[in-house]
């Protein structure tokens, strides 16, 4: 394992053709001279598996219009601007309240692998009846996904272009592989200040020998941070809280997690995400139909640090005038992309169905 730290004075390490956890990195820390991975007052959290079948890509104005004029996506810089020199298409994993929700499942059914049956198995009291949220299992985990990797804020521009996973692979190896499924190698693990990023390498079959020091990406391998199954990507977090404000608390009595928020000032620790690069070459473009793009376009507020300049962002009214004369033909206005905690609670009244209260003489 050989660490290549930035050569313009920033913090960044990269460590190319592995995927490093966040217990591995502890480790060769002495090299790395990472602040926060020395924390040791971290509040217990939750550790997820995400399922992921949908994808984002960010951009600020004049990466919306070059996309609007190509209907796809390229790397404007050709690789010049690359740390490895190479004309790469960014994307991130898109982590909605249905992954989380069923992320949470998962978690349980992990630590309680017997819950639903103890939970049929139990006999209701008069309790039960008076207050039939007393012993529910309360979703907890969204409180948890405090980091950019899930907010509704970007740090690149104020337009974000979500896919479903299958549709950029389709597309990919349409234009790119004649067909054949693309390479999926482990490309690197970056290490910024507060940051965690493994990124995975998405290339042709042909060009196999410029990539062919990269190992290809475990197919669904239980002991990865980050793997391919049947169609979409898992993500094992190990840091998904930038923020701690909630400590997990575990109670095997009933079978069941909850969200405690925390007495005393809020913890900083490292955060972690998934980056897939697109290996696009100088001059090509990823092509999509353009009402597909419009389709799957959304408006975005800055998050806070961003990467992109401030004045880079635009204000979301200004936004809506822009798409509108780039698609005049679209019959949908421009949406704002939904905050974690409002689209939650949507999810939730949705799930809710009115009971009927029974008489006590019934239980």
Known sequence: MEAQRKSNGSNAIFIHKHHLCLHDLKMHNQHLRNIYLLKTNVPEYPQPEFHVSNLKHDTQQGGLLRIWKDEGFKDPHGGLKDPDS????????????????????????????????????????????????????????????????????????????????????????????????????????????????????????AREKLFSEYPLLAYDDPNAVFTYRDGHFIWRSQAMCETHSWKLIQNPYKNQMEADSLCYESQFYVWDNVAIALHVEHGQVLKFDSDQLRENLKFCEPDRPTITPNFYFDHFENAKILVNQLWPDSDSLLEEEPSLELSFKALFLSMRKPKRIKDFTEV
């Open 86 to 205: 190479l004309s790469l298409v960014w994307w991130s994993l898109a982590v909605g309240p249905q992954e989380i929700q069923s992320a949470e499942t998962r978690l349980l059914d992990k630590f309680y692998p017997n819950r639903m049956e103890k939970q049929a198995e139990k006999k209701p009291s008069y309790l039960d009846v008076i207050y039939p949220d007393l012993n529910k299992q309360e979703s907890f985990l969204w409180k948890f996904a405090t980091s950019p990797a899930f907010g509704e804020k970007s740090r690149f521009g104020s337009y974000r272009f979500t896919f479903p996973l299958k549709d950029v692979v389709t597309a990919y190896s349409q234009q790119f592989c004649s067909g054949a499924p693309p390479m999926i190698k482990v490309f690197k693990t970056s290490l910024y200040n507060q940051e965690v990023q493994y990124s995975v390498l998405v290339h042709s079959p």
